[in-house]
C-alpha cells in the first residue's frame, strides 16, 4: 500500500516551529529589539521599489531560519516554478494558473497546454488600447452620435473589485472629464445610483464577467440594456455602441445581444480575483489611459521576476506569506487588519479580502484531505486614521492578537500642508505603541490615579508590518498587488490547498436558484426547506404585498 504523504503538522519544521512557539511566547519585543540594535535592519527588505519592516513581528532569527526550512520542506520553490510553467496546480479544475504571463513583456514565453500564450495576452492588450483611444478621443460615438461621458463597469467579485479597487487607488491618473462607475450588487440601488444622473446617449456599459453567467451580472446587464433602450427609442442597434463586453465567453456574448468585435478576451487560466491586470481593467485603462495601465502592468512584472528569482530569505512576498503563517498558525492570530494610511487606497482591504479569502479559505488539502491546521485568516481594514478613532481600540488593548499591515507612501500625490507628516507620524506611532505598549510602572510615573493604572495599560507585543513606497503610482500599485498575490501563493503551497478553485461559493448560488421562484411565483409555492427558510419565505410574500 502506497505511504500517505506527511500532513503538514507532522512535517520535521512545523513541529520545531511549534516547541519554539512555546519557547518565545513570553518574550516581548521590547526585550528583542534592546537585545538586538541591529533588529530593524536585519529584519527589512528593500526589492522593487517596495520596503517592508518586518521587525516588529513576535520573530527571532531562529524564528525565520524555521520558517524558512518550513517553505523549503514543502517544496514553495518547485511550486513557484510550476506556476510560472504553466503546470496545472489548480487541481481541480485542471487548470494553469497564469496570471503572471498577463503583465509579461511581449518576447517572453509561457506555456499553457503547449502554446506560447503571451502573443494572445498581447493581442487583446493593443485591441484594448485601439478601443481607448478611440472613447477617449471622443473618435467612439454613441448611437445618436455623442461622444463617451461615462463609462460603467458591470460586475461582481474579480469583474468588480479589481476595477473599482484599481480606480480608486489611481484616481489622481485619471481623466476627471469622464465620469466612472461600478455596478456589482444585484440590489437594484447600486445600478439605480449608478446611473440616475447619466444620460444614456454617452454612456458606455463594460460587461465584465468572466462566465458571462454571474446571476447578479447578467442580472444588472440586463437592466443595463432596458435602461438604454428606454433612453434611445428602443433601437435595437444601440446597444452595439454602447455596450462592450469582457469574457472568456464569447457563445454567451453574442447570445446577449453584444458584437463579439467589441468583446475583449480573456482565458481560463486567469482566476477572477487574479484578473484586474487582464481585459477585466478596461475600466482602468480607460481611467488612467494606456501609458500608465502599461506601466502597472510592468510594476506587476517587476514584483513576478523578483518572486520567481529571489532566494526565498530575501523574497518580499514569500517572507510576508511566512510571517502571516508564523502568526496565523503558531501564535493563534485569527484575522489580519490591512490599513493603508493613503486615502486612495480605500478599496484595497475589500479587494485583498476575495483575494486572500476566495484563494485560501480551504478546508481540504490539494488531494482532499481535511487539513490538520488553520488555513486563511480572516482579513480586514480601513483607511488610516480613520481606523484610529474606531477599532483600533481593540487592536491595542482587546484580548485578540491582530496582526496588522500597514502601508505607506513617503510622497504624497496631492500635498498639503503639514497633512502628509501628520499622516506619516501616525502610522509610525500605531506600529511603536502597538509593539511596544505602556507598562504599568510607565503609567504610574504620569501621575494616573491608581485605579486607572490597569486601564492605560498597552500591553504592547502586538506584530506589524510596514511596507513604504516611494508614491503610490500605477506601477507601485501592481508591485503591491502582485506581492499580495503571491503572498497568498506562498501561504497557499505551505498549507497545500487549491489557492486558485472557489467552491465554497457554489452551494449558496445553487439554492438562492431554488428560492427566487418561490418568492416570485403567484400562487403559494409547496416549500421544502428547513422550517426556518419556510418560514421565512412566507413572511417575506406577504411582507412584500
Ligand atoms: O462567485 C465567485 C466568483 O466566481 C468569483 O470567483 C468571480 O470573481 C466572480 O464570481 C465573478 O465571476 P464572473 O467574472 O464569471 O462573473
Given at each position: 500500500m502506497k505511504a500517505q504523504p506527511k500532513s503538514l503538522t507532522q512535517k520535521a519544521a512545523w513541529k520545531l516551529l511549534a516547541s519554539h512557539q512555546k519557547q518565545v511566547q513570553k518574550v516581548h519585543l521590547r526585550k528583542l529589539f534592546s537585545d538586538d540594535p541591529n533588529r530593524a535592519r536585519k529584519f527589512s527588505l528593500k526589492t522593487a521599489g517596495l520596503f517592508l519592516d518586518y521587525s516588529k513581528n513576535r520573530i527571532t532569527d531562529k524564528t525565520m531560519d524555521l520558517l524558512l526550512q518550513l517553505a523549503r520542506e514543502c517544496d514553495l520553490k518547485r511550486k513557484i516554478e510550476d506556476m510560472f510553467n504553466g503546470e496545472k496546480i489548480n487541481v481541480t479544475e485542471n487548470r494553469s494558473v497564469l496570471h503572471v504571463a498577463l503583465r509579461a513583456p511581449e518576447k517572453a514565453k509561457i506555456w499553457a497546454d503547449g502554446k506560447n500564450v503571451v502573443p494572445d495576452v498581447h493581442a487583446v492588450l493593443k485591441k484594448m488600447e485601439q478601443f481607448a483611444a478611440m472613447v477617449l478621443s471622443g473618435?467612439?460615438?454613441?448611437?445618436?452620435?455623442k461622444s463617451i461621458r461615462n463609462i460603467v463597469n458591470v460586475g461582481i467579485g474579480g469583474s468588480d473589485l479589481g476595477p473599482v479597487m484599481a480606480y480608486e487607488a489611481l484616481r489622481h491618473y485619471s481623466r476627471r472629464d469622464l465620469v466612472f462607475r461600478f455596478v456589482s450588487n444585484v440590489d437594484g440601488i447600486d445600478f439605480h445610483e449608478a446611473t440616475q444622473d447619466l444620460d444614456p446617449a454617452e454612456t458606455l456599459f463594460i460587461i465584465s464577467s468572466?462566465?458571462?453567467?454571474?446571476l447578479e451580472t447578467m442580472t444588472n446587464a440586463q437592466t443595463a440594456r432596458e435602461w438604454l433602450l428606454a433612453g434611445m427609442g428602443?433601437?435595437?442597434?444601440?446597444v452595439a455602441r454602447h455596450f462592450v463586453a469582457v469574457s472568456t465567453n464569447a457563445e454567451k456574448v453574442a447570445a446577449f445581444g453584444i458584437d463579439t468585435k467589441n468583446m475583449f478576451g480573456f482565458w481560463d487560466w486567469v482566476g477572477g480575483r487574479y484578473s484586474m491586470d487582464s481585459a477585466i481593467g478596461l475600466s482602468t485603462m480607460l481611467a488612467i489611459g494606456p501609458d500608465h495601465f502599461r506601466a502597472m502592468l510592468d510594476g506587476f512584472h517587476q514584483m513576478d521576476v523578483h518572486f520567481r528569482t529571489a532566494p526565498l530569505d530575501r523574497n518580499l512576498p514569500v517572507l510576508m506569506g511566512l510571517l502571516s503563517i508564523w502568526n496565523n498558525?503558531?501564535?493563534?492570530?485569527?484575522t489580519v487588519a490591512i490599513l493603508p494610511y493613503e486615502q486612495y487606497l480605500k478599496r484595497f482591504p475589500a479587494y485583498l479580502q476575495q483575494l486572500t479569502m476566495e484563494s485560501n479559505g480551504k478546508h481540504v488539502t490539494l488531494d482532499g484531505r481535511t487539513v490538520s491546521h488553520d488555513t486563511c485568516p480572516v482579513f480586514w481594514g480601513e483607511p488610516g486614521t480613520n481606523g484610529q478613532h474606531s477599532f483600533y481600540q481593540l487592536i491595542h488593548q482587546g484580548t485578540r492578537l491582530i496582526p496588522c499591515d500597514f502601508i505607506a507612501f513617503a510622497?504624497?500625490?496631492?500635498?498639503?500642508?503639514r497633512h502628509h507628516d501628520i499622516l506619516m507620524a501616525n502610522v509610525l506611532a500605531q506600529a511603536e505603541a502597538l509593539a511596544f505598549g505602556k507598562t504599568a510602572d510607565e503609567v504610574k510615573a504620569e501621575g494616573t490615579a491608581p485605579e486607572l493604572v490597569p486601564h492605560r495599560v498597552f500591553e504592547g507585543n502586538r506584530p506589524s508590518n510596514i511596507l513604504l513606497a516611494d508614491q503610490l503610482t500605477p506601477s507601485v500599485l501592481g508591485k503591491l498587488v502582485a506581492l499580495y498575490e503571491h503572498s497568498v501563493f506562498t501561504q497557499g503551497a505551505i498549507w497545500n490547498?487549491?489557492?486558485?478553485?472557489?467552491?465554497?461559493?457554489e452551494l449558496g448560488k445553487v439554492l438562492a436558484q431554488r428560492i427566487i421562484p418561490e418568492l416570485e411565483n403567484s400562487q403559494e409555492p409547496r416549500l421544502k426547506h428547513d422550517s426556518s427558510t419556510n418560514q421565512l419565505i412566507r413572511i417575506y410574500r406577504k411582507m412584500k404585498k
Open positions: 473618435q467612439w460615438k454613441g448611437y445618436s452620435g468572466k462566465t458571462f453567467t454571474t428602443n433601437k435595437m442597434e444601440a498558525n503558531f501564535l493563534g492570530a485569527e510622497k504624497a500625490l496631492a500635498p498639503m500642508g490547498v487549491d489557492s486558485f478553485d472557489q467552491w465554497g461559493v
